[in-house]
């Protein structure tokens, strides 16, 4: 049976490591773990791939995922500055 493997794009893949990385923002600020100057630094990476173009499904579900998860950065880092 052959094996699926994904498309790989350089902007499919800023998009998912946006994507994940967006919980890994999130959690170090609600720890504390995370300065806020870093973390805006990662956000900055995030919106950075959310500006791709949208050329897959996969990639219009992650620019979805990557522009929710800025909004609740952002709301969240306004927080704690």
Known sequence: ?????PTTTPELN???AAAALIPIIEGGLFQK???VERASLMASF??????QEANTPE???LI???????KRLEVALAADS
């Open 33 to 35: 773990s995370l300065s």
């Open 64 to 70: 979805k995922a990557v522009g929710d998860g800025l």
């Open 1 to 5: 049976m052959p094996k699926f493997t």
């Open 14 to 16: 800023r998009l998912r």
């Open 46 to 51: 995030c919106a950075w791939a959310y500006g």
């Open 59 to 61: 990639s219009e579900e």
